[in-house]
C-alpha cells in the first residue's frame, strides 16, 4: 500500500511540473504576441490607444509611453514567464499589465466570447480575465521544476 502511494505522489508531482510549464507557455505566448504587435507598429500609438483614459499614475505618461511601456512589459515579462526566469515576479507584472488592458480597454467591450478577437469590435474581458486566472495561478505556485527558476532551486 505504501509504494502506491508513493507511485502516486511521484505522479502527482511531475504532472504539476508539467501543467505549470504548460501554463506558462500558453500564458507567455499570448503575451509575447500582443508586446509584438504593438512594438512592431513603431512608437506611436494608434488613435484608439490615444484616446483611452488610464488609470493612475499612468494617465501622467502620455499615449505614446504607455504604448511602449505596455509592449515592452509584454515581451519582457513574457520571456521571463516563459523560461521561467523569476516567474512570480513576471506573472505579477503581466497582472498589472492585464489590470491596466482591462480597466481601460475590455471591460466596456463586455463578456464576449474567443469568437471576437479578430473582429473590429474588439475582445471583451474574458480572454482576459482567463489568462489573470493563469497568471495568478503561476503566481501563487511558482515556475515548477521545468524552468530556470526550477534549475537553480536544484542546485
Do not use: C
Not at 505522489?9 to 505549470?20: F, T
Not at 506558462?24 to 504576441?33: C, D, K, P, T
Not at 512592431?40 to 484608439?48: F, V
Amino acid at each position: 500500500m505504501n509504494s502506491w502511494h508513493s507511485l502516486h505522489a511521484k505522479a502527482i508531482e511531475k504532472i504539476h511540473d508539467i501543467g505549470l510549464l504548460t501554463l506558462r507557455i500558453g500564458a507567455a505566448q499570448e503575451f509575447l504576441f500582443a508586446g509584438y504587435t504593438k512594438l512592431s507598429g513603431g512608437i506611436d500609438a494608434p488613435a484608439w490607444f490615444s484616446s483611452l483614459q488610464f488609470p493612475f499614475p499612468l494617465y501622467f505618461l502620455g499615449s505614446n509611453l504607455n504604448w511602449v511601456t505596455a509592449g515592452a512589459g509584454e515581451i519582457t515579462f513574457g520571456l521571463m514567464l516563459m523560461f521561467g526566469l523569476y516567474s512570480r515576479f513576471a506573472a505579477l507584472g503581466l497582472l498589472y499589465v492585464t489590470f491596466v488592458a482591462v480597466y481601460t480597454v475590455h471591460f466596456d467591450l463586455g463578456w464576449t466570447g474567443w469568437n471576437q478577437i479578430e473582429t473590429e469590435a474588439g475582445l471583451g474581458f474574458k480572454v482576459p480575465l482567463l489568462l489573470a486566472l493563469m497568471l495568478f495561478a503561476i503566481l501563487t505556485q511558482g515556475s515548477g521544476r521545468y524552468s530556470i527558476d526550477g534549475i537553480n532551486r536544484s542546485l
